[in-house]
């Protein structure tokens, strides 16, 4: 199994140039792809949380499960599994921009 941080991944020692404090390469997991079964045929789910847009490690919608057409809360210690397959990090610090909302759907 691989395991993987869920919180602070540190990549500065794969960066080069100057270390500020203010700016290290600090990344937090807010979702992760698994798959389940062999390179012929399979199933996918994934784990998301909606972080913060001011602290990447805060969530304002915490770890969720999803399963086909079903969505489960799951606790944090669940999302490391053998199962991963692509991890979606953030980079702590920066600037989130978000699409403007629409007129509420009628």
Request: with cysteine; net charge neutral.
């Amino acid at each position: 199994m691989v395991d993987f941080p869920v919180r602070s991944l540190d990549l500065s020692k794969f960066c080069i140039g100057q270390k500020d404090e203010q700016q290290l390469p600090m990344y937090d997991l807010y979702a992760v792809i698994n798959h389940y079964g062999g390179m012929i045929g399979g199933h996918y789910t994934a784990y998301a949380r909606l972080p913060s847009d001011k602290n990447s490690q805060r969530s304002d919608v915490g770890w969720r499960l999803f399963d086909d057409s079903t969505v489960t809360t799951v606790d944090e210690s669940q999302v490391v599994t053998r199962y991963a397959y692509v991890l979606f990090y953030r980079r702590r610090n920066s600037p989130v921009d978000r699409p403007p909302r629409g007129p509420p759907h009628p």
